[in-house]
Structures are given as structure tokens and as C-alpha cells.
């Protein structure tokens, strides 16, 4: 298959994918929001009139059949109109505009440093000895099962509360993001570590490793200019599974540290039962995850020529 259809492909199998988190989250928020209008009006609080709330359904086409609704709501889609927020009351497009910066910054200091993390370690640990990796191993068990608030309440009782060294909460500078990426990147690293440091193992038995030792390459040299590019193939095609990682736990450790981002005004939007504000998100994080596949597919065949045959 050539790289071009791969694309297509690709590019299909991302609209159905789409297609299918627009579908399921309109369909179950609807389900399971209760009564928009209410929403829309305040909540139970603002105590508004039958005649008030019907006169919201009917502006907003909440009177109209479920199915109705879904149809206007894709002809929106297609000219790129998300609705607009219920509680914030701005255009959906708008309030993700404003928070999306603060949440690309998060992630992608998480990503870098769970990148770093993993290639490190597994570089310094693979076919050292089986009481390292064992260690190692341990450690790794630990990160990547201990759940996100945890360890977020585990480095701010450290770095901030006991040693002082950084801030606990905000959004002001680069100290403030510190603790957060490294909430962010600790787990994803850990899985990062085993996959990579299994794959070494495996490579670094290759007679063409052998051949380049014999050759006077330092060990050093082996495994970052041989080894390393072979093994980093598996960590590419995880690349979604680490952007969706980094966006679940970007709920919670927004939340946990303050800071702003789209995270944080899912978990608001949820909360406050805002529909057209979780189904953009939801949109959002849909197709950042089809363009990050798509971008793997592109880049596979330039790190291994032997995928663009297959």
C-alpha cells in the first residue's frame, strides 16, 4: 500500500471517528444533562416560570425532536460553528481559544520531559543486569498505577510544602509549571520506559549491533546512533495514546494546581452540564487524536523505509 492511500485511509477512517464522538456524546449528554433550558436559565435557583423556560426551549430548538436537533446541530458542525456555551454565554470556539494555549503549554512540557524521561532511563538501564531493571521495573509499576491526584498531592506535599522549592498553585511563569507537567509526565513516562527498554533489549542482540561494536563504535555510540532509532518506531505509534493520557489527566491536574486550560473548563462544563461546551471539547480531542495518527503514518516510512512497502 502506498503512503498516499495510507493516507486516505487514514483521513476515512478519521471522519468516522469523528462522526462517532460527536454522535455518542450528543446523544448520551442528552440523555443525561436534564433540562437544557434550566441550565441555560441558571439552574433550579433562578426559579423560572414554565412560560420562561418554554420560551428558551423555543429559541434555542430544544422543543424540536431529538433527531432534529442532531441535524442542525452537523449542519452547524460543517460550517465550523460549535454553539454557543450555555453558562458562559460567548461562542464555544471562543472560550476553547481562550484556554487552549495554557493547555498545549502544559502538554507539550509533559510530553517533552516523559520523552526525555523514558529514552534516558531506558538507554542507561537495557541489558544492564537483572537487579537494575528489576528496580527499575519496580518503580516504573508504581508511577504508572498510582492515580493522578495522587501523585499530584504526593509532589505538592514534597516540592512545595516541605522543601519550598515551588509554587503550588497558578499559571504565572515557568516555576508554576512545573509540578504539573511532572504530575502529567511521571506515568506516561513509566509506560514509555518498559516499552522502549524491551525493545533495546531486543536490539541490541542484532548482529547488526554486534557488527557496529566490532567496528570500535564506544557503547555509548551503539545505543544512540544505532539502537535507539529502531526502538523509538513502538513510542511513535503511541503518540496518540500519550496525547490522550496527557488530556485526561490535564482534568484533573488543572483542577489540583490552579491553572487554567481546557482541562479545567471541561471539568466546569461537565459540572455545570454545558452541552455545546463538553461536545466542542469532546470534537477537539477527537481530532487532535486523528491528526496526531495521521502525522505517525507520515513519519513512519522516514524513520523505517520497510513500512512504506507494507
Same mark, same amino acid.
Given at each position: 500500500?502506498?503512503?498516499?492511500?495510507?493516507?486516505?485511509?487514514?483521513?476515512?477512517?478519521?471522519?468516522?471517528? +469523528?462522526?462517532?464522538?460527536?454522535?455518542?456524546?450528543?446523544?448520551?449528554?442528552?440523555?443525561?444533562?436534564?433540562?437544557?433550558?434550566?441550565?441555560?436559565?441558571?439552574?433550579?435557583?433562578?426559579? !423560572?416560570?414554565?412560560?420562561?423556560?418554554?420560551?428558551?426551549?423555543?429559541?434555542?430548538?430544544?422543543?424540536?425532536?431529538?433527531?432534529?436537533?442532531?441535524?442542525?446541530?452537523?449542519?452547524?458542525?460543517?460550517?465550523?460553528?460549535?454553539?454557543?456555551?450555555?453558562?458562559?454565554?460567548?461562542?464555544?470556539?471562543?472560550?476553547?481559544?481562550?484556554?487552549?494555549?495554557?493547555?498545549?503549554?502544559?502538554?507539550?512540557?509533559?510530553?517533552?520531559?516523559?520523552?526525555?524521561?523514558?529514552?534516558?532511563?531506558?538507554?542507561?538501564?537495557?541489558?544492564?543486569?537483572?537487579?537494575?531493571?528489576?528496580?527499575?521495573?519496580?518503580?516504573?509499576?508504581?508511577?504508572?498505577?498510582?492515580?493522578?491526584?495522587? +501523585?499530584?498531592?504526593?509532589?505538592?506535599? $514534597?516540592?512545595?510544602?516541605?522543601?519550598?522549592? $515551588? !509554587?503550588?498553585?497558578?499559571?504565572?511563569?515557568?516555576?508554576?509549571?512545573? +509540578?504539573?507537567?511532572?504530575?502529567?509526565?511521571?506515568?506516561?513516562?513509566?509506560?514509555?520506559?518498559?516499552?522502549?527498554?524491551?525493545?533495546?533489549?531486543?536490539?541490541?542482540?542484532?548482529?547488526?549491533?554486534?557488527?557496529?561494536?566490532?567496528?570500535?563504535?564506544?557503547?555509548?555510540?551503539?545505543?544512540?546512533?544505532?539502537?535507539?532509532?529502531?526502538?523509538?518506531?513502538?513510542?511513535?505509534?503511541?503518540?496518540?495514546?500519550?496525547?490522550?493520557?496527557?488530556?485526561?489527566?490535564?482534568?484533573?491536574?488543572?483542577?489540583?494546581?490552579?491553572?487554567?486550560?481546557?482541562?479545567?473548563?471541561?471539568?466546569?462544563?461537565?459540572?455545570?452540564?454545558?452541552?455545546?461546551?463538553?461536545?466542542?471539547?469532546?470534537?477537539?480531542?477527537?481530532?487532535?487524536?486523528?491528526?496526531?495518527?495521521?502525522?505517525?503514518?507520515?513519519?513512519? !516510512?522516514?524513520?523505517?523505509?520497510?513500512?512504506?512497502?507494507?
Amino acid at each position: 500500500m502506498s503512503i498516499y492511500q495510507r493516507i486516505g485511509w487514514r483521513l476515512l477512517a478519521g471522519i468516522v471517528v +469523528l462522526w462517532g464522538a460527536v454522535s455518542l456524546s450528543f446523544i448520551g449528554l442528552h440523555f443525561a444533562s436534564g433540562d437544557p433550558a434550566l441550565v441555560i436559565l441558571g439552574g433550579p435557583e433562578a426559579l !423560572p416560570t414554565p412560560e420562561v423556560l418554554a420560551r428558551v426551549r423555543e429559541q434555542y430548538g430544544l422543543d424540536q425532536p431529538l433527531w432534529v436537533q442532531y441535524g442542525h446541530y452537523l449542519s452547524r458542525l460543517l460550517v465550523g460553528d460549535l454553539g454557543e456555551s450555555y453558562r458562559l454565554q460567548i461562542p464555544v470556539t471562543q472560550a476553547i481559544a481562550t484556554q487552549l494555549g495554557a493547555t498545549l503549554q502544559l502538554a507539550l512540557a509533559a510530553a517533552v520531559l516523559a520523552l526525555l524521561l523514558a529514552i534516558s532511563v531506558a538507554l542507561l538501564t537495557a541489558r544492564r543486569g537483572r537487579w537494575l531493571s528489576a528496580s527499575v521495573s519496580g518503580v516504573e509499576l508504581v508511577l504508572s498505577s498510582t492515580p493522578i491526584f495522587v +501523585l499530584s498531592m504526593l509532589l505538592l506535599l $514534597l516540592f512545595s510544602f516541605t522543601l519550598h522549592w $515551588l !509554587p503550588p498553585t497558578g499559571s504565572g511563569g515557568w516555576r508554576n509549571l512545573i +509540578l504539573p507537567s511532572l504530575t502529567l509526565a511521571l506515568p506516561v513516562a513509566a509506560l514509555l520506559i518498559q516499552v522502549l527498554r524491551q525493545e533495546l533489549d531486543d536490539i541490541l542482540e542484532q548482529p547488526f549491533i554486534t557488527m557496529a561494536r566490532a567496528r570500535g563504535l564506544s557503547e555509548a555510540g551503539v545505543r544512540v546512533g544505532h539502537a535507539l532509532r529502531h526502538a523509538l518506531i513502538p513510542l511513535l505509534t503511541l503518540a496518540g495514546f500519550i496525547f490522550a493520557s496527557l488530556l485526561a489527566g490535564s482534568v484533573v491536574v488543572e483542577t489540583l494546581f490552579s491553572r487554567q486550560g481546557i482541562g479545567r473548563l471541561l471539568l466546569d462544563a461537565v459540572t455545570n452540564k454545558d452541552v455545546p461546551m463538553v461536545l466542542g471539547i469532546t470534537l477537539l480531542a477527537a481530532l487532535s487524536y486523528v491528526l496526531i495518527n495521521l502525522l505517525v503514518d507520515l513519519l513512519l !516510512p522516514w524513520i523505517d523505509p520497510r513500512v512504506q512497502g507494507q
